[in-house]
Each structure stands twice: as C-alpha cells, then as structure tokens.
C-alpha cells in the first residue's frame, strides 16, 4: 500500500515563476501536498531571486539562473534534514520568489500638515510631496520582516507603511538641519538628499534599497501662504512705510464709495482730510514719496499749510474720477473743489 501511494505522488520537476503584474514583490509557489523530484529545475529569472524554506527555517537562497536541485546544490537544506551524499528521493519544501525590480513613481506626501519649528517664522505648519523609487535586495530580511508565508505580497500593502514613515521624518529633517522654511523651500534637492539618508536605514532593515527620494514641492497652508506673500509685498515695495502710503492711495476710492463719502475717511484710514486738505497731502505722499519725518512731542495742530497748485489739479481730478463712477455726488465734488481752490490762496 505504501508503495502505491508512493507512485500515486505526484513530484514537481520544474520551478519558476512568471510575473503577470508589476506589483507583486513575493509569490509563493504552489506546492499543496507535491514534493519536489531530486534533480528537477529551478528557473530565477533576471529581477528575480528564489527562497527555499523547510520547516520555517531559510534553507538557501537563489539569484538569477538555471539549477537542478541535488543535495549538492542545496546544502544547507540537506543539513538541516540530516540527508547523506547518497539520498536521491523527493524532498518537500516551501519555494519563494522574490521579484527584484525597481518600484518607480511612488508618491509620499503630507495628508495634513506638519508642524516645524522655523527660525523665521517660529512654529508654522507646512506640506511636502514628492516621489520615490525603490527595490528588493535581500529576500531573506524581506521574508522574515515583511511577506512571511503570504500567498503572495504586492508593493501597495508595504507603500502605505513606507509613506508614512517618510513624511514622519520631515519634521525631524527641519530641526536638525537648522535652516528656514524660506531656504529650505528654494533647496529641494538638498532638503530630499538629507531625507532619503535619514530613510535608508529603514529601508535596509526591510530588505530593500531607496534608490531615489524627490522633493517636489513644500509649501505653507494657504492662509499662511497669504501671509507670507504680504510681508514679500511689502518688502518689495521698501518697507512699511511705503507700504502704508500705498495702503492709503487704495483706500481713498473704497472710503468714498461708504456712506458719508470723504467725509469719513479720516476717520476710516486715518488721513483725516477734514474737507478735502487732508486727501490731497494723502495723493501727493503716495505719488511723491518722503522719509517719514522724526517722532516730536505732541503739540497744537498748526494751520494747515498751503499745497501747490498741481497737487490740487490732481486731486480735484480724482475726486471728478469718482463722480464719473458714481462714488461721489456732484454736490460734494463742488464743496471739496471750492475747499481745494481756497487753499491755493
């Protein structure tokens, strides 16, 4: 009876794996109650590396080529079964493949933001995506670690534990690295090198190798974005100072357009004009910039001083501006032009 059992068995005489996808990284091969012929053929393809485990023990490990399976070629496992030079019968094994291509394209990024300490801006929030590439190079940490008996392991079940482990770093790059957002932000590939050293033990510890790690793209969120392209703007423009007298020009129009036209703008922006004196030293600031004069003790408000005649031409042209739009009354025009005229006395 054992005998017929014995040639009733099925044995494997060849062993390969053919890859139908890019994303499977271990692939078990099907050995259900079959043992595998002494002498049969072991097919690793390029990209690919084999595992024989026996017992939950690694027994060897096969990069790519042809082998016939002799207790010659598998030492190791005929050790661990205590098999003699002369045994020639079929053995049963777990046999894993391992595929040892690259993994391109692969996206990490910042689900929400991450908080730094800057020495700018002191604590901000900011994001940051990229790309990164990897592959396998040690299937047996890559076993023992990760796939373990599965069926089969694909790249996307190990992607969501790789991207979270990179962007949990950023934050730790930022501080050791001691340089500004602003900085930072203009040094991508520095900022993505310092990354990818800080990832590369990880990866190793999984039996793979970080090729590369892209930074693409750190930004603020947006209302601190908002923020920071305000203080470049009045940087731009020469500092707060300038910045204020552009401020003022601006609010002229949207301070006649409120009820009580210019009448409450004073009020409003802070350029007082009273009846029509206070705008046009606003205008003429504004178009003819001067250094702000030094802080004196408060001290009773001196006559008003007379403005030259093309400082009134312009303002009373832009108060007719906007009465032509509707945000000025003809009849506050020709109280504020008299008020103007007067002054050129």
């Keep these: 009876m054992?005998?017929?059992?014995?040639?009733?068995?099925?044995?494997?005489?060849?062993?390969?794996?053919?890859?139908?996808?890019?994303?499977?990284?271990?692939?078990?091969?099907?050995?259900?109650?079959?043992?595998?012929?002494n002498g049969a053929s072991l097919t690793v393809r390029e990209s690919q590396m084999a595992v024989f485990v026996n017992e939950g023990q690694i027994a060897d490990v096969f990069g790519p080529g042809m082998y016939k399976l002799t207790t010659q070629t598998l030492p190791v496992l005929t050790y661990l079964k205590n098999w003699d030079k002369l045994f020639e019968s079929p053995f049963k094994s777990d046999v894993y493949f391992f595929s040892t291509r690259q993994k391109l394209d692969r996206k990490w990024g910042t689900p929400n933001p991450v908080t730094i300490r800057d020495k700018d801006f002191g604590m901000v929030r900011l994001r940051a995506f990229g790309i990164y590439a990897f592959h396998l190079t040690d299937p047996k940490a890559f076993h023992t670690t990760i796939s373990g008996t599965l069926e089969s392991y694909t790249s996307e079940q190990l992607e969501g534990q790789l991207r979270n482990t990179i962007v949990g770093h950023i934050a730790d790059i930022f501080g050791e690295s001691g340089v500004p957002f602003i900085d930072m932000a203009g040094n991508q590939v520095e900022f993505g090198n310092a990354l990818r050293a800080k990832m590369e033990p990880m990866f190793a510890g999984y039996g793979l190798t970080l090729d590369s790690l892209n930074v693409q793209n750190i930004s603020l969120p947006e209302e601190l974005q908002a923020m920071l392209d305000k203080r470049i703007g009045v940087n731009m423009m020469g500092g707060?100072?300038?910045?204020?007298?552009?401020?003022?020009?601006?609010?002229?129009?949207?301070?006649?357009?409120?009820?009580?036209?210019?009448?409450?703008?004073?009020?409003?922006?802070?350029?007082?004009?009273?009846?029509?004196?206070?705008?046009?030293?606003?205008m003429a600031q504004s178009l003819n910039p001067t250094p702000a004069p030094a802080a004196v003790s408060p001290a009773p408000t001196p006559a008003p001083a007379a403005v030259s005649a093309d400082e009134v031409v312009a303002t009373i042209e832009k108060l007719h501006g906007l009465v032509g739009k509707g945000m000025l009354s003809q009849a506050e025009f020709d109280a504020k032009k008299a008020e103007l005229l007067k002054r050129l006395g």
Excluded at 6 to 11: A, C, S, T, W
Excluded at 18 to 24: I, V
């Design 240 to 282: 707060m100072q300038a910045y204020t007298q552009f401020q003022t020009a601006e609010a002229i129009p949207l301070a006649a357009a409120n009820e009580g036209g210019l009448a409450g703008l004073g009020a409003g922006v802070g350029v007082g004009f009273g009846v029509g004196q206070q705008v046009a030293a606003s």
């Design 2 to 37: 054992a005998l017929m059992d014995f040639i009733k068995k099925q044995f494997i005489d060849i062993i390969q794996w053919t890859e139908d996808d890019g994303d499977t990284m271990a692939w078990r091969f099907p050995m259900a109650e079959l043992e595998i012929q």
